[in-house]
């Protein structure tokens, strides 16, 4: 007999806002490492941080969205895992490109 499982509306969620999050933390980043090289980003910094750390904030809220989403009884865990993993990227990313610039 197979098991039903219900949607896991905290694992949607999760990936949602974790493919949101490392989508918009590459773009966001490699524009600032473009702007590093082409010595631009005096001009654009500020509003690069803000829009990068905002992205970094929706991996942050993914990741504990995903984590809340693992542990919902009858409910499958794909959707949450994923979104973990990818809202963790999304941060790592950030603070990666933070080092390098």
Known sequence: MSK????????????????ASAALVFG???????????QWIQMVGTPLFVCGGSSAFLGFLGALL??????GKGRSRATAIV?????????????????LI
């Open 66 to 71: 995903g984590l809340a989403g693992l542990f």
């Open 4 to 19: 039903e499982h219900q949607p896991n509306t905290l694992g949607n969620a999760s990936l949602g806002l974790g493919i």
């Open 83 to 99: 979104g973990l993993i990818l809202g963790i990227l999304g941060m790592c990313m950030f603070f990666a490109t933070l080092a």
């Open 28 to 38: 966001i980043g490699l524009c600032a490492l473009t702007g590093v090289a082409q």
